[in-house]
């Protein structure tokens, strides 16, 4: 029987592959049950960018907990302020198979409120 996480690697590939091959920046979100992640990755060199996540000293202080959508709110605001400081506007989204709903969607439409493009 597939476990649950070899499932969503198997839908985060096709995205990533599809991301890949248009050759543009890619918003990757990971989430575990403490915590959210958000890195901006150039695909054609391989390098992170920037990132963002709920484990930065200021924005743990703000928050009780990091699992939220409040939370998510908060790291998508920040991941577009970050992205505009390096002069990246438009980006692919990579859910990382994860479903659109929930803390991935509040990241996703907090960056895009605060001037990201996807």
């Known amino acids: 029987m597939i476990d649950l996480k070899a499932k969503r690697v198997r839908r985060s590939k096709k995205t990533r ?21 958000a890195q901006l990755i150039d695909g ?7 990132s963002a996540s709920t484990l930065e000293p200021e924005i743990r202080k703000s928050l009780k907990t990091g699992s939220n959508i409040s939370a998510a709110t908060i790291i998508g605001k920040r991941i ?12 692919a989204f990579d859910r ?21 493009k996807f």
């Open 17 to 37: 592959k599809l991301i890949n091959m248009l050759g543009v920046i890619r918003l990757s979100v990971h989430r575990t049950n403490l915590h959210i992640y």
């Open 44 to 50: 054609k060199n391989n390098k992170i960018i920037t």
């Open 80 to 91: 577009a302020e970050k992205g505009i400081q390096c002069g990246i506007t438009n980006i």
């Open 96 to 116: 990382a198979g994860y479903k659109y709903h929930g803390r991935v969607k509040a990241l996703a439409d907090s960056a895009r409120e605060h001037g990201l």
